[in-house]
């Protein structure tokens, strides 16, 4: 495969390295090829002197990226014996990791959709940009899966209960509210940014932002944080939508009727993961604890049955398994928490087991 088909691209322009994210047709889902090509990049980057910072965007209009190729996941857990879905995860969250830590800027380009695995190859890093167009989201409880590739560490350092909000309904925000959030740095407008990604090739990052950086259009969630701080802060799932239904006003009684929307089960995994994550520390740790949930999630009927119903069949009538929130006991959850023995992901490190958080 080559030039215009290959599902990344790279070339250096300057002082800048860039990864383009080449699927525009399936919004530029990411592949486990994509995830090995990428992180074989950023390894001959590091050591490149003449690299000095490194670029990512998405090719066509609609986004960065919509995700992981779920398709292939679905198809895995129906299918197979979940082990290529596993060998996906554990490249994907190590690059997400080395993201974190590069060692060179690391600019994001979150125009457009950005969502899932699209947020662990640009949330992490160390410049991110976000436009008008922007549109970040972790929906993973409407598949019946739970929030990755770091997803749930970062929205668990989001002010107040923010990251609850996101991680269980999965609702998109703008600019402003990613701004707010912690999930991006910069707003730069979309028509600037041939300008600013251009620019990298000869100036520094902080010198680029001072040409092109502008203050973000009015976000909404700023104005929600009195319901949602006080009905996200429940113990229980169950709680939650109690709250929220009874708190009275639209936005908080529209978010219940999502949740009751969600995977039941994705839904009191999730809570569990960001409040743990909280707990946890380090990115490494989290990611960790984000493997063994990922891998257990396909075991469970409601990861087949979202993807059929959202994505393959788009019935958006998902038949969940157990159907009911009271039917997922606490056992149930704790089971996505355990060990995996020599299986575990291990980027935080012998000696820093994660079964310290619950």
Same mark, same amino acid.
């Given at each position: 495969?080559?030039?215009?088909?290959?599902?990344?691209?790279?070339?250096?322009?300057g002082?800048?390295?860039?990864?383009?994210l @080449?699927?525009?047709?399936?919004? @530029?889902?990411?592949?486990h090829?994509?995830?090995?090509?990428?992180?074989?990049?950023?390894?001959?980057?590091?050591?490149?002197?003449?690299?000095?910072?490194?670029?990512?965007?998405?090719?066509?209009?609609?986004?960065?990226?919509a995700?992981?190729?779920?398709?292939?996941?679905?198809?895995?857990?129906?299918?197979?014996?979940?082990?290529?879905s596993?060998?996906?995860?554990?490249?994907?969250?190590?690059? @997400?990791?080395?993201?974190?830590?590069?060692?060179?800027?690391?600019?994001?380009?979150?125009d457009?959709?950005?969502?899932?695995?699209?947020?662990g190859?640009?949330?992490?890093?160390?410049?991110r940009i976000?436009?008008?167009?922007?549109?970040?989201?972790?929906?993973?409880?409407?598949?019946?899966?739970?929030?990755?590739?770091?997803?749930?560490?970062? %929205?668990?350092l989001?002010?107040?209960?923010?990251?609850?909000?996101?991680?269980?309904?999965?609702?998109?925000?703008?600019?402003?509210?990613?701004?707010?959030?912690?999930?991006?740095?910069?707003?730069?407008?979309?028509?600037? %940014?041939?300008?600013?990604?251009?620019?990298?090739?000869?100036?520094?990052?902080?010198?680029?932002?001072?040409?092109?950086?502008?203050?973000?259009?009015?976000?909404?969630?700023?104005?929600?944080?009195?319901?949602?701080d006080?009905?996200?802060?429940?113990?229980?799932?169950?709680?939650?939508?109690?709250?929220?239904f009874?708190?009275?006003?639209?936005?908080?009684?529209?978010?219940a009727?999502?949740?009751?929307?969600?995977?039941?089960?994705?839904?009191?995994?999730?809570?569990?993961?960001?409040?743990r994550?909280?707990?946890?520390?380090?990115?490494?740790?989290?990611l960790?604890?984000?493997y063994?949930?990922?891998?257990?999630?396909?075991?469970?009927?409601?990861?087949?049955?979202?993807?059929?119903?959202?994505?393959?069949?788009?019935?958006?009538?998902?038949?969940?398994?157990?159907?009911?929130?009271?039917?997922?006991?606490?056992?149930?959850?704790?089971?996505?928490?355990?060990?995996? $023995?020599?299986?575990?992901? $291990?980027?935080? $490190?012998?000696?820093?087991?994660?079964e310290?958080?619950?």
């Amino acid at each position: 495969m080559s030039g215009t088909e290959d599902p990344v691209l790279f070339h250096t322009a300057g002082r800048a390295a860039h990864i383009t994210l @080449n699927r525009p047709r399936a919004l @530029n889902a990411l592949t486990h090829a994509m995830v090995r090509r990428i992180d074989e990049a950023l390894t001959a980057w590091e050591r490149d002197p003449s690299v000095r910072t490194v670029v990512i965007t998405g090719a066509g209009e609609r986004g960065l990226c919509a995700g992981g190729d779920i398709r292939s996941i679905h198809d895995d857990a129906r299918d197979g014996d979940g082990a290529a879905s596993a060998a996906f995860w554990r490249d994907e969250y190590r690059l @997400n990791a080395r993201i974190a830590g590069y060692p060179k800027p690391y600019v994001a380009i979150m125009d457009g959709i950005v969502m899932g695995g699209g947020v662990g190859v640009s949330a992490h890093g160390s410049v991110r940009i976000v436009t008008e167009r922007s549109r970040i989201a972790m929906p993973e409880t409407g598949i019946g899966f739970v929030p990755d590739v770091g997803g749930t560490y970062l %929205l668990a350092l989001a002010p107040g209960e923010l990251g609850t909000h996101l991680a269980l309904t999965g609702a998109q925000i703008g600019a402003a509210d990613a701004l707010l959030c912690g999930l991006a740095d910069h707003y730069v407008p979309s028509a600037a %940014l041939g300008s600013f990604v251009g620019g990298l090739a000869e100036l520094s990052v902080p010198d680029a932002l001072a040409l092109h950086v502008q203050p973000p259009p009015q976000g909404e969630l700023g104005a929600g944080r009195e319901w949602i701080d006080s009905c996200y802060a429940a113990d229980t799932v169950e709680d939650i939508v109690q709250r929220l239904f009874a708190h009275g006003g639209p936005d908080a009684k529209e978010a219940a009727e999502t949740l009751l929307a969600k995977s039941p089960t994705a839904l009191k995994v999730t809570l569990a993961a960001i409040r743990r994550a909280r707990r946890l520390g380090p990115l490494e740790r989290v990611l960790d604890q984000e493997y063994r949930v990922s891998c257990a999630a396909l075991s469970i009927p409601d990861l087949v049955e979202g993807v059929r119903a959202q994505i393959i069949d788009k019935d958006r009538a998902p038949q969940w398994s157990p159907a009911t929130l009271a039917e997922v006991s606490d056992a149930d959850v704790a089971r996505f928490f355990a060990p995996l $023995g020599d299986r575990e992901l $291990g980027l935080a $490190g012998p000696g820093t087991a994660v079964e310290a958080a619950w």
